[in-house]
């Protein structure tokens, strides 16, 4: 850890690290990862929502290692059988619509191909994109992530209209039976009747107002880009069927949806493998990356042949997207998921999980929320404001004190982010809510 901290200065003072103590991670092994001095951390955050199937796991190390003894790197200048036999897997766990696939490495480049897809084929330029919402860091995407803390100063994401956001905990409508979840918002009563949801329709009459008022009549966005449930921003999630509803309006002027699906895909929900499914939405592309390839450097975008091809008006080239390396990952992360019934493990652990954490103290928790094992707690104060960054810090330095590695969000950092790798056990649970309980009794 010296000589890190030696050589610290190389890397640039925005390239953050968590914790005031901080770590040096040397392995991980599933769901722990080993510090510099053999310490053992249970992993909940992932890596950022990003190890799915857990650390170094032996089926994808093995396709990896092969792989790389005979091809690493061509472009798609040639063919190569991996990319092919990857693209046909994932095409595969689509709805018939979406058949055509862009493979690209990140979440942002993904969010940013999406885009110019979408301005392509509309011959439109403006898009609507969610407040609160985040789709990563490139010039063109940071227009369309809406978290002040992670604006930069110069100009960019040009012609980005921001829509409401649809959060039925602080939004400014909601109810008691909002979210498809098992825990829903306490603060909140309303009086719907079964199938109907009277805080989604007033989010959509908001949303409808935006479009007449900020696009003409004769034309619209060219598209609409929406995470399934908000990741940075705080594990959010919208009140039932916002997504279709919200999807259906954009296409009705001749916009596209597009589901940003790089932390809600791949079965994390447990109900579904994408996000979009569970509120029965059906976009005209989807964004993913981070969990597809546990960790290895890939992304993608899935599409309409017809929007795909739009492409063909210019040429479109990615050095790195889709090589040999990445396909065999990718291939093998999904043959994983499958054989070891990971997303029927989300859904079982995560329900088990939410339940557990509804449980804690409630003076100092505002609001559980979350499907599957994407999972959010806000954290707040005795006038049920979001918590004091000192104290949300304190208590997020202790569960690591404590082995336990969670992530935080949310636009004032009080929200308590918790995606580990799916793998995980109702036992591992058990010592998570454990040691989440005893730092928010410490520190509150």
Known sequence: ?????????????????????????????????????????????????????????????????????????????????????????????????????????????????????????????????????????????????????????????????????????????????????????????????PGVCEASDKYIEQFEEMLLHDFSHSSGPAAFLIESIQGVGGTVQYPHGYLKKSYEAVQKRGGLAIADEVQTGFGRLGSHFWGFESQDALPDMVTMAKGIGNGFPLGAVVTTKEIADSFNKSLYFNTYGGNPLASVVGKAVLEVIEEEKLQENCAVVGDYFLKQLAALDEKAIGDVRGKGLMIGVELIDEQGKPLAAAKTAAIFEDTKNHGLLIGKGGIHGNVLRIKPPMCITKEDVDFAVDVIAKSIKQFK
Not at 32 to 44: I, P
Not at 150 to 169: C, E, M, Q, R, T
């Open 1 to 193: 850890m010296q000589r890190v901290q030696q050589l610290r200065p190389l890397l640039p003072k925005g390239h953050v690290t968590y914790y005031k103590d901080q770590l040096l991670i040397v392995k991980g092994e599933k769901q722990f990862l080993f510090d510099s001095n053999g310490k053992k951390y249970l992993d909940f955050f992932g890596g950022i929502v990003t190890v799915s199937v857990g650390h170094c796991h032996p089926k994808v190390n093995a396709a990896l290692t092969e792989q790389a003894q005979k091809l690493w790197h061509t472009t798609s200048i040639y063919h190569t059988e991996p990319i092919y036999e990857y693209a046909e897997k994932l095409i595969g766990k689509f709805p018939s619509k979406l058949n055509s696939v862009f493979f690209v490495n990140s979440g942002s480049e993904a969010n940013d191909l999406a885009l110019a897809l979408a301005r392509n084929y509309t011959g439109r330029f403006d898009v609507i994109s969610m407040r609160n919402g985040y789709h990563g860091m490139t010039q063109t995407v940071l227009g369309a992530t809406n978290l002040g803390n992670w604006k930069p100063v110069f100009p960019h994401g040009f012609n980005i209209f921001k829509s409401l956001n649809a959060d039925p905990y602080r939004g400014i409508f909601g109810g008691s039976n909002c979210r498809d979840s098992p825990i829903q918002v306490k603060n909140r009563k309303c009086g719907c009747a």
